[in-house]
T-cell receptor, first 113, second 114 residues
Framework: ETGVTQSPTHLIKTRGQQVTLRCSSQ?????VSWYQQALGQGPQFIFQ???????GRGNFPPRFSGLQFPNYSSELNVNALELDDSALYLC????????????FGPGTRLTVL | AQSVTQLDSQVPVFEEAPVELRCNYS??????LFWYVQYPNQGLQLLLK??????LVESINGFEAEFNKSQTSFHLRKPSVHISDTAEYFC????????????FGTGTKLQVIP
C-alpha cells in the first residue's frame, strides 16, 4: 500500500504565472483535501474533493482551483500567482468510510518571485 | 466555526524531562481533536486523535493527550522526551459530518536540548 505522494517537490515561479500541483491519494481513499502552509503557520484548508466533486472550500479566491480524477488523484491549480502564494502545499487523502483521519503527503514547496 | 489556539510557539526542554504542549479550541458543536507532528522538511503525521469515549488518548511513542470539555482543552504530554521528539506539533479540530475540513493551530516547536 503506497502512501500519499505529491509532485513536484519544489517549484519556483514568478508573479502572474500559473502553476499546477499534483497529488496521488493513498490506495482506497476517495477524498482529497488541499492545504496551504505559509512559513511559520499552521496549514490552512483550501478545498476538498470527494468522488471528483468539490464538496468544501476555505477562504481562498477563485484563482485557486482543483480537479479530482476517476482514480482519485488530484490537481491544485493556482492562476495569477502572487508573492503571498509562496508556501508549502499539502495534500491529504482520506476514506469516505473513515472521515476522521487524513493522511498527508510530503508537500510541494512553491516559491513565487 | 471552529478555531484552535496553541499558546506556546516554542517550547525548549531538556532531554528526559517531561513536557506539555497546550491546546485550546473553540467550537459551538462537538468536535474531533487531533495532534499532528511535522518533522523538518516533511509533511504532517497523525500523532493521536480523540473521537469519543475515554478522554485520555495515547500514541505508540509515549505521547498522551487528555480531552477536557469544560476547559475546551486537549493538551499534549510526554513524561520523558527524547532528542528525536524535536519537531513542530499541531493541534487540530474537525467537526463531525459534512466535509472533512481540519482546522489547525499555529503550531508549537518542541526543541529537545541534549
Amino acid at each position: 500500500e503506497t502512501g500519499v505522494t505529491q509532485s513536484p517537490t519544489h517549484l519556483i515561479k514568478t508573479r502572474g504565472q500559473q502553476v499546477t500541483l499534483r497529488c496521488s491519494s493513498q490506495s482506497g481513499h476517495n477524498t482529497v483535501s488541499w492545504y496551504q502552509q505559509a512559513l511559520g503557520q499552521g496549514p490552512q484548508f483550501i478545498f476538498q474533493y470527494y468522488r471528483e466533486e468539490e464538496n468544501g472550500r476555505g477562504n481562498f479566491p477563485p484563482r485557486f482551483s482543483g480537479l479530482q480524477f476517476p482514480n482519485y488523484s488530484s490537481e491544485l491549480n493556482v492562476n495569477a500567482l502572487e508573492l503571498d502564494d509562496s508556501a508549502l502545499y499539502l495534500c491529504a487523502s482520506s476514506s469516505g468510510t473513515l472521515p476522521n483521519e487524513q493522511f498527508f503527503g510530503p508537500g510541494t514547496r512553491l516559491t513565487v518571485l | 466555526a471552529q478555531s484552535v489556539t496553541q499558546l506556546d510557539s516554542q517550547v525548549p526542554v531538556f532531554e528526559e524531562a517531561p513536557v506539555e504542549l497546550r491546546c485550546n479550541y473553540s467550537s459551538s458543536v462537538s468536535v474531533y481533536l487531533f495532534w499532528y507532528v511535522q518533522y523538518p522538511n516533511q509533511g504532517l503525521q497523525l500523532l493521536l486523535k480523540y473521537l469519543s469515549g475515554s478522554t485520555l488518548v495515547e500514541s505508540i511513542n509515549g505521547f498522551e493527550a487528555e480531552f477536557n470539555k469544560s476547559q475546551t482543552s486537549f493538551h499534549l504530554r510526554k513524561p520523558s522526551v527524547h532528542i528525536s521528539d524535536t519537531a513542530e506539533y499541531f493541534c487540530a479540530v474537525m467537526k463531525p459530518g459534512g466535509y472533512q475540513k481540519v482546522t489547525f493551530g499555529t503550531g508549537t516547536k518542541l526543541q529537545v536540548i541534549p
